[in-house]
């Protein structure tokens, strides 16, 4: 049983997981075989082969854990991440053909997941190619190409079978995103360019390439029959990082009246507001401070520019990320107010994400946001307060007009 009381088999996806695994691994081993044998692959290849399995198996995984569809517990929770906001989002988006929901829910995991992944696989993939030397690389194009279209092939299959298989209605994204399968071949392959560059570097070596194949395949095995997952503390475990949320009810009967949010002044106005809000906090801190140091080390023209640059760069890319918050959490939201409730619902997800019943209203307040001065902007709100449950109407044209036909339902 899973901590949110969930039958999930012997971990909730390893089971159902396995055949994928199983299926990208022989791919994993074959593309290096035939390579050495059919095309005189080299160590510095075959580990150039290894570090894009690693990437195009990470970037699968971040796309698998959007289709989950379970919260995350507690345990798998990061501290302060990107799209935190979405976390308690409900329902996922309608996708054709044999793809499941995808849940704005698992965006937080995944951009975590995904900022220190990308990190660290660059940072290895700068390392892999001072280790081969990029001249290697442009020479055996080809050769290199093929090895991308192996591994591609295999995540494919991986991706398909999981598709059919896995149980991702019953999973969380942390339970999805599992570092450790990432990890370990990470290592290996660290470990590998490690002893190879203390025997002389990738072409006095004397590190056999069968010897490296082999460990690879057993590192693939032994995540394969979850040797890895065995290692691991319970709290650790992918089933205590599947939590559980109550679905939020509709009211009865047919809607008496319906306000929608105005999605493009929502977006606007984060997108507008973005900058600040990420340069003001402590990330953006953080990166000023490089900016400064930056700007120090290269003085001069070149230094501003620089400088500049990058808190253009982190500016431009937090307002596209709060806006795009913005839009998943407000953009599609229908406020309907029914005879006994208000529900705040999501026209993408078509799920109600929150509810408040009339009878336990106690305030109705309402409020602007930061930029509602701006006459092109719809930005009133209207804070609806309750005994347990209260709820916030965002994006309305005129919230006090929208308060008094609250408060005739509640008084009739």
Known sequence: MTSAGVDTGDDGSERHGRPARLARSAITVLVPVAGVV????????????????VGTGAARLLF????????????????DPPFRRLREKRGGIQTPGLLPPIHPHALPTVATAGLFVSLVWLLAGAGVIAF?????IRR??????????????????????????????DLSPAAVVRLRQFLAPAAFLFLVV????????????????????????????????????????????????????????????????????????????????????????RAGLLVGAIAVFVWLVLDGTAGVVAAAGILAGVAVVGAASVATEADLLYG??????????????????????WRVDLADVTEVETGAAVLDG?????????????????????????????????DEARFE
């Not at 698998?64 to 501290?79: I, K």
């Not at 930005?379 to 309750?386: F, H, P, S």
């Open 194 to 281: 490690v002893v190879v560059f203390g025997d002389g570097g990738p072409v006095d070596a004397g590190v056999p390439v069968a010897v490296v194949v082999c460990g690879r395949t057993l590192v693939g095995v032994a995540d394969t029959v979850g040797l890895g997952r065995r290692l691991l503390p319970a709290r650790m475990q992918p089933e205590a990082r599947i939590g559980d949320r109550d679905p939020v009810p509709a009211g009865r009967g047919a809607p008496t009246a319906t306000w929608r949010v105005d999605r493009r002044s929502v977006v606007a106005a984060r997108a507008l507001t973005g900058p600040g809000r990420v340069l003001l906090t």
């Open 38 to 53: 059919g095309f005189g692959w080299r160590l510095d290849l075959v580990l150039s082969f290894y570090w894009l399995e």
């Open 374 to 406: 701006v006459s092109a902007l719809r930005l009133q709100r209207l804070a609806v307060r309750g005994g347990e449950h209260s709820g916030t109407l965002v994006g309305l044209a005129d919230a006090e007009a929208v308060r008094e036909r609250i």
């Open 64 to 79: 698998e854990a959007t289709l989950a569809a379970r919260p995350n517990s507690e345990l798998g929770s990061t501290l």
């Open 132 to 136: 081969v030397g990029a001249d290697v």
């Open 332 to 353: 599609h939201l229908e406020y309907r107010l029914y005879d006994d409730c208000l529900v705040a619902y999501d026209r993408l997800l078509e799920t109600p994400q």
């Open 140 to 169: 055996h194009a080809a050769v290199v190409l093929l090895g991308a279209v192996g591994v591609t092939l295999g995540e494919l299959v991986a991706l398909l079978v999981n598709l059919r298989r896995r149980p991702y209605a």
